[in-house]
DNA sequence: CGTCGACTTGAACACTTTCAAACAAAGTGG
DNA sequence: CCACTTTGTTTGAAAGTGTTCAAGTCGACG
């Protein structure tokens, strides 16, 4: 593992307010490694042996069943997931792959529930990092069911320009057909969704979303903190977002940008 | 409150295992009481100023946006829900209402902060309990996306087979349409569906269900324990059902059944 | 006995998916 | 550097799925 990745690690909220030689201890058992693209980290229905940190790069989170697959979230640096399964000690709900190349970092998941049980605040953090992600599904869940899917899509649309600082314009920052999957319809159903929605105070021209009437878009799916997160400031539940850009109008360029998919814990 | 209710909360996995002098200050500034059928118990978007506990009857949860309505959970005795809220001090994410005569206890979400600090039992009781919940929504939105309508109304008969222990017929013990919304659909198309499922291996007749062909069932929606829950005892993740009883031909009768609903820790 | 709410049914409508094809962009190898 | 392949995106048409509206049935309860 690298020197200057440990900081990083030790900054994330999990993390961060435990004792120092825990934490060393946790690090000591763990290990870092680089992934090419499209790699399977997890599958599902696997035990839990690690608890997973992505350091660099990106995961997709996803889930199968019958023969069908869906995206579940996307994590970036510096984030984990699978939180709650290893605390359980139990199968994998979902499967993990990388997106790009990236480089995580793996701890053991007996080293974790050791640990926090003998040192409060991680235990506290713990608590915390759950709470969030439960209310992350929850939301998630309660977005599927109570709005359609043209009213996820302009929520989702207005929720990336708030995170990118309430920019006018923005990159998506992940493949159109995955942000389909993620808000629970098809490539093609987005597609047509996003059309459509030009009429409704967007303009769309690639990767490159500019909102143009936001009041007209906010009329289609008002936005709801109980659903699509809390405003202000570490709105991503114990997930980094990479700092919120605003994307010039000449596409192609290469722009960091927030996905905008929510933190995930298992 | 009353002197035969402690016990069974104190048998709460959640509650289980920490020191009696804790849960004691816990039940101090506890309180409980008695609602008649229909009262909205707490309303989404309320700060979280207290932890539910049912001792008796049953709370639905449920989600609002832009005038609609869907049922999240069902919570029965002895169950709690909004843990996620109270512990992160945040508002609740969703609403609450007696879907009958029910007694509830009433924890100070602060006390409750303030004990896991100091008693590291219960605090690792509750990464447990938060880590369940977590995956019980996960589960419950990987089948709202996976799964087809039909596919979710079979593999919910064929989950509350089970629970109630693999029995051929049983009573469904919730009315239909908070069912259909618990599955994510309207009552007229839940009642379609199971009208359609008569030709796959059940009968219905009211509450009443009966699986005539097992293995038919199966097949429209192939159970799996990554979406319908692990199999064997303590299944409902840190949720007590009522004992599974294998319901009578005849209906009308009075028996106590499972929902099948799954639990809710905010 | 009458009222109310839950459930069912039918028909029309709206929305989504599927399948097929064309197109565009990015990466590969000559 | 240019074909060439691969993969993601868009579009159209047809089929499938789910919702809405309206009306009627049933059972529970006062």
């Known amino acids: 593992m690298r020197a200057n990745e440990l900081p990083e690690v030790r900054h994330l909220p999990l993390f961060r307010d435990m004792l120092q030689a825990n934490f060393e201890q946790l690090m000591q058992g763990a290990y870092a490694q680089t992934f090419p693209t499209g790699v399977e980290l997890i599958r599902q229905g696997d035990p839990a042996d690690f608890l997973h940190i992505v350091i660099a790069g990106s995961v997709e989170m996803y889930a199968e069943w019958g023969g069908r697959t ?33 480089r995580l970092i793996l701890v053991p998941s007996s080293d974790l529930r050791a640990v926090f049980r003998r040192d409060p605040e991680f235990a506290v953090s713990t608590i915390t990092e759950l709470a969030g992600a439960f209310r992350s599904v929850a939301r998630h869940a309660k977005g599927l069911k109570l709005r359609t899917s043209r009213e996820r899509v302009a929520a989702y649309l207005l929720k990336q320009s708030r995170q990118a600082g309430n920019v006018e314009s923005f990159v998506l920052g992940v493949e159109k057909r995955l942000i ?77 940008s927030p996905t905008g998919f929510e933190p995930v814990t298992h």
Chains 1, 2 share one sequence.
Request: net charge neutral; proline share 11%; with cysteine.
């Open 180 to 256: 389909a999957s993620y808000l629970g319809m098809t490539p093609e159903n987005l597609s047509r969704t996003l059309r459509q929605l030009e009429g409704e105070g967007i303009r769309v021209n690639g990767q490159q979303v500019t909102i143009t009437d936001r009041h007209r878009l906010m009329a289609v799916a008002p936005p709801d903190p109980l659903i699509d997160g809390p405003d202000g400031p570490g709105a991503g539940v114990g997930m980094s977002l990479p700092p919120p850009s605003t994307a010039s109008a000449k596409p192609r360029e290469k722009v960091v």
């Open 70 to 102: 869906c995206t579940m979230a996307v994590v970036q640096p510096v984030g984990s997931f699978i939180l709650a399964a290893c605390i359980r000690d139990a199968p994998y709900l979902m499967s993990a792959r990388t997106l790009e190349k990236s």
